[in-house]
C-alpha cells in the first residue's frame, strides 16, 4: 500500500465520490446508495448538531474509501459504524483495515467502547463478515429474514 491521506471532514466533492464507491461496488441497492450520500449531505449542511462523524482515505488526492459512524443515542459508550466501503479499484489493498482501524481510534478517543457493525448474512456479503471477523469482531446477534426472506441482520460487536 502506497502513501495515503486520512481526513475526518468532509468536503462537497465527498457526494459524488461516496456516491460513485457506492454504486460501483454492486452492494448497494439504490436506496442504500441515496441514504449513504445523504448522510455525507448531512453533516455538511449541519456540521454542528450532526451525529454523523467520518473518516476519509484519500490516495493521489482521490477518496479510495470512507467511513461513517456514530455514538449510539441513549447508551454511555457505545458507537455504530453505519458504512465502510473503498473503491473496487483497491479491494484488498489494505485500505479498508486502515480505515476500520482509524475509525475505531476516533470512537476510542471519543469515549466510545463498544462497537457495534451489521451486515446481510447472504454468500454475497462473506467476505464482509470474514473482514470483520479477521479485525477481531464477533457476532452478537443475528435477525432472521431483517432484509428478505432468508437475508439475516447480522450484528457484529468489539470492545475497544
Do not use: H
Amino acid at each position: 500500500m502506497n502513501s495515503y491521506n486520512i481526513r475526518c471532514t468532509p468536503i462537497e466533492s465527498d457526494i459524488k465520490r461516496v456516491k460513485e464507491i457506492l454504486e460501483e461496488s454492486k452492494f448497494f441497492s439504490d436506496n442504500e446508495v441515496t441514504m449513504g450520500v445523504s448522510l455525507v449531505r448531512t453533516r455538511l449542511n449541519n456540521s454542528k448538531n450532526c451525529s454523523y462523524k467520518f473518516v476519509f482515505i484519500e490516495k493521489d488526492e482521490t477518496v479510495v474509501g470512507y467511513s461513517c459512524y456514530g455514538f449510539i443515542e441513549g447508551t454511555k459508550k457505545s458507537y455504530d459504524i453505519y458504512w465502510i466501503a473503498v473503491d473496487q479499484t483497491y479491494k484488498r489493498s489494505g485500505y479498508g483495515s486502515v480505515l476500520l482501524k482509524t475509525t475505531e481510534e476516533a470512537i476510542k478517543n471519543n469515549g466510545g467502547q463498544n462497537v457495534y457493525i451489521e451486515t446481510s448474512s447472504t454468500l454475497k456479503y462473506l467476505p464482509t463478515r470474514k473482514f470483520y471477523i479477521d479485525a477481531g469482531y464477533k457476532v452478537a446477534a443475528e435477525i432472521k429474514d431483517f432484509y428478505d426472506v432468508n437475508d439475516n441482520k447480522v450484528i457484529y460487536s468489539k470492545s475497544l
